[in-house]
């Protein structure tokens, strides 16, 4: 069972003040291909896992930013920890 929920909004910068969004994408694609279970909103995406895993998939996305070109990246987090078990379905079951 997952213990964690991270949040997170990749924020990086481009070299000519290009778009953003092919780099959001581009993270998006790194939390994807990963296998654990996401919900992409609005302003960030929410992932749900071992907490191990998901602050490296973090660290993942950061570095495909960099590759891509970007000099540099802010990564706002969210972390919600829970040993006996984290699930954004039971945060939420209320509000659907």
Known sequence: MANALV???????????EDVIPYVDRAIEV???SGVKYFVSPLETTMEGELA???????????AM???GSPNVISQVKIY?????ASMDKLTEKYR
């Open 31 to 33: 939390i994807a291909k």
């Open 7 to 17: 949040s997170i909004q990749i924020i990086p910068k481009t070299k000519n003040n």
């Open 66 to 68: 960099i590759e891509m």
């Open 81 to 85: 920890f829970n040993p006996s078990g």
């Open 53 to 63: 895993q998901l602050l490296a998939i973090i660290q993942d996305m950061n570095e």
